[in-house]
């Protein structure tokens, strides 16, 4: 895992809004398709301490924003992304993220991202998720789309401008996979922060969520260590403190240890918006950071 995709892992990933065509009616042929398999009938036994996904907390959703995150690798500047919050209808919340490397960390690996993330604001649940990353001369392309029982995410990898063909109908024009997540449930990054403010966060709380990022499932846990005021490029903060633990899922659902991720510490701001306000990881490669750098709310 990259810094800079360790960075964004962190950051809260895409979406657009899913049309009825971008929801199967059917199960793709099942040669696209990997399956959680499992080795019994039986859920696996740790899905019974995942929150339940139909119960958000009473803290309302986040009002629109632009804001600036800037990314440190070590003691490098790495990445800067502009993170958008809108309100696409009155009954979803839309995140969109422009990512970039830049400076010395451009020159030795150069990278450009974009991810759209569209949720229900009801119940804080994921719609669909798209992800688009050029990685010098290559591009890739994502599509992830989430029903309540599975979720299914179907890839695109080729020469530049080739992504732009990309529909969920072009399976006969293009090369892509499908594969098929067989988890109740499943959140995305940018649905499982909305989750996570929308609880109490009183000292000692913790919460567990199985979380899809763009590519794989994940077993995540957070949990509230205390309160403090930080400091970061946007300003002086109270914030709530957690820390993060992540597992990933095996194709057989069982967990296994992710080894590119070491730990994470979070902060997220005391206040009525309870808006990101930094993250701090610890990955193999060393130590990679995110903070806020400025952010502007649409209806103050």
């Given at each position: 895992?990259?810094?800079?995709?360790?960075?964004?892992?962190?950051?809260?990933?895409?979406?657009?809004?899913?049309?009825?065509?971008?929801?199967?009616?059917?199960?793709?042929?099942?040669?696209?398709?990997?399956?959680?398999?499992?080795?019994?009938?039986?859920?696996p036994d740790y899905l019974a301490h995942v929150d339940?996904?139909?119960?958000?907390?009473?803290?309302?959703?986040?009002?629109?924003?632009?804001?600036?995150?800037?990314?440190?690798?070590?003691?490098?500047?790495?990445?800067?992304?502009?993170?958008?919050?809108?309100?696409?209808?009155?009954?979803?919340?839309?995140?969109?993220?422009?990512?970039?490397?830049?400076?010395?960390?451009?020159?030795?690996?150069?990278?450009?991202?974009?991810?759209?993330?569209?949720?229900?604001?009801?119940?804080?649940?994921?719609?669909?998720?798209?992800?688009?990353?050029?990685?010098?001369?290559?591009?890739?392309a994502l599509r992830v789309v989430f029903n309540p029982?599975?979720?299914?995410?179907?890839?695109?990898?080729?020469?530049?401008?080739?992504?732009?063909?990309?529909?969920?109908?072009?399976?006969?024009?293009?090369?892509?996979?499908?594969?098929?997540?067989?988890?109740?449930?499943?959140?995305?990054?940018?649905?499982?922060?909305?989750?996570?403010?929308?609880?109490?966060?009183?000292?000692?709380?913790?919460?567990?969520?199985?979380?899809?990022?763009?590519?794989?499932?994940?077993?995540?846990?957070?949990?509230?260590?205390?309160?403090?005021?930080?400091?970061?490029?946007?300003?002086?903060f109270a914030a709530i403190t957690l820390d993060l633990?992540?597992?990933?899922?095996?194709?057989?659902?069982?967990?296994?240890?992710?080894?590119?991720?070491?730990?994470?510490?979070?902060?997220?701001?005391?206040?009525?918006?309870?808006?990101?306000?930094?993250?701090?990881?610890?990955?193999?490669?060393?130590?990679?950071?995110?903070?806020?750098?400025?952010?502007?709310?649409?209806?103050?």
């Open positions: 895992m990259s810094p800079i995709r360790s960075l964004l892992f962190c950051l809260l990933l895409p979406f657009t809004a899913p049309t009825q065509a971008d929801l199967p009616a059917s199960s793709p042929p099942p040669e696209t398709i990997v399956q959680l398999e499992r080795t019994s009938s039986a859920a339940s996904p139909a119960r958000p907390g009473e803290f309302p959703p986040p009002r629109p924003f632009q804001a600036i995150y800037r990314m440190r690798w070590g003691e490098v500047d790495a990445a800067r992304a502009e993170v958008t919050l809108t309100r696409p209808s009155a009954e979803e919340i839309q995140l969109r993220v422009v990512a970039a490397t830049l400076g010395m960390a451009r020159s030795l690996w150069q990278m450009d991202a974009t991810h759209i993330a569209l949720a229900k604001e009801e119940d804080l649940r994921p719609l669909q998720l798209e992800q688009h990353e050029t990685l010098s001369a290559r591009q890739t029982s599975f979720v299914l995410r179907r890839q695109l990898n080729g020469r530049p401008g080739d992504w732009l063909k990309f529909s969920p109908d072009s399976a006969a024009e293009t090369p892509h996979e499908t594969k098929r997540f067989d988890l109740v449930g499943l959140r995305d990054m940018f649905t499982t922060f909305l989750y996570l403010r929308s609880q109490p966060l009183a000292g000692g709380e913790s919460h567990t969520i199985a979380l899809m990022s763009a590519k794989n499932p994940y077993l995540a846990t957070a949990k509230v260590v205390g309160r403090e005021t930080i400091h970061v490029r946007g300003g002086r633990t992540l597992t990933r899922i095996e194709k057989n659902g069982k967990l296994r240890e992710h080894k590119a991720f070491k730990s994470a510490r979070a902060w997220i701001a005391d206040d009525a918006d309870r808006m990101l306000l930094k993250v701090d990881t610890r990955v193999f490669i060393g130590r990679v950071t995110m903070e806020l750098d400025n952010v502007t709310f649409n209806n103050p």
